[in-house]
């Protein structure tokens, strides 16, 4: 079964950057939306920021101004830029994509984590 694998998580000092990367293991058609979410402990997984085929993009209001999404829609791969990177991005991150009727696609999760 195709998965979306991440990675580009790891450790960022406050203010830094990290770019995350997420690509399928395998062939998924007609995808549309791709996107980023994140979970921290103890709260529910709340998206981050999406992007459609044509480049529309939205952004979870935190986000706004400091990161980036964008895609390789010939390679179905989603990335994220993260600066100014804060502690309260401190979460795993994981990476969705919408396909053919309906169905979604969810990688493992990578880890970030923003020291102060």
């Known amino acids: 079964q195709v998965q979306l694998v991440e990675s580009g998580g790891g450790l960022a000092q406050s203010g830094g950057s990290l770019r995350l990367s997420c690509a399928p293991s395998?062939?998924?058609?007609?995808?549309?939306?791709m996107g980023w979410y994140r979970q921290a402990p103890g709260k529910q997984r709340e998206m981050v920021a999406y992007?459609?085929?044509?480049?529309?993009?939205k952004y979870q209001d935190s986000v706004k101004g400091r990161f980036t999404i964008s895609r390789d829609n010939a390679k179905n791969t989603v990335y994220l830029q993260m600066r100014s990177l804060q502690a309260d991005d401190t979460a795993v991150y994981y990476c969705?994509?919408?396909?053919?009727?309906?169905?979604?696609?969810w990688g493992a999760g990578t880890q970030v984590t923003v020291s102060s």
């Open positions: 992007i459609t085929t044509s480049g529309i993009t």
């Open positions: 969705n994509a919408r396909a053919q009727w309906g169905v979604d696609y």
């Open positions: 395998g062939r998924i058609s007609s995808v549309s939306f």
